[in-house]
């Protein structure tokens, strides 16, 4: 089983920033892919980035290439997974989830459906006023 509880939401006006965290605990993989995905009011969840280890291969959405930038790092028995978001627009308005599946991405693509995921975090709200 693995753990994620995110952290970093809230409001924020057009144009500004946010980081969000992620922190991945229990029994994690050697081989695996954590992304962001979000969710706005009456819209499906959707892909934002993902990171996958251990080639630390990065892939964006096109809606947030450009303004935002996943990492990862890792500590005291944890992984972490941050997503700094600049230049923020209204229609990044969602709730911001953590997910993490074993295995990596190929060089072609990237795990971008949800239903690829296995664990998933409680989510964050994030804001941003016009």
């Known amino acids: 089983q693995v753990q994620l509880v995110e952290s970093g939401g809230g409001l924020v006006q057009a144009g500004g920033s946010l980081r969000l965290s992620c922190a991945a605990s229990?029994?994690?993989?050697?081989?695996?892919?954590m992304g962001w995905f979000r969710q706005a009011p009456g819209k499906e969840r959707e892909f934002v980035t993902a990171i996958s280890w251990p080639a630390a291969s990065t892939y964006y959405a096109d809606s947030v290439k450009g303004r935002f930038t996943i990492s990862r790092d890792v500590a005291n028995n944890a992984v972490y997974l941050y997503l700094q978001m600049n230049s923020l627009k209204p229609e990044d308005t969602a709730v911001y989830y953590c997910?993490?599946?074993?295995?990596?991405?190929?060089?072609?693509?990237?795990?971008?459906?949800?239903?690829?995921?296995?664990?998933w975090g409680q989510g964050t709200q994030v804001t941003v006023s016009s």
């Open positions: 229990g029994r994690t993989f050697s081989f695996y892919t």
């Open positions: 997910a993490y599946r074993r295995g990596y991405c190929s060089a072609t693509g990237c795990f971008d459906d949800s239903n690829e995921y296995d664990y």
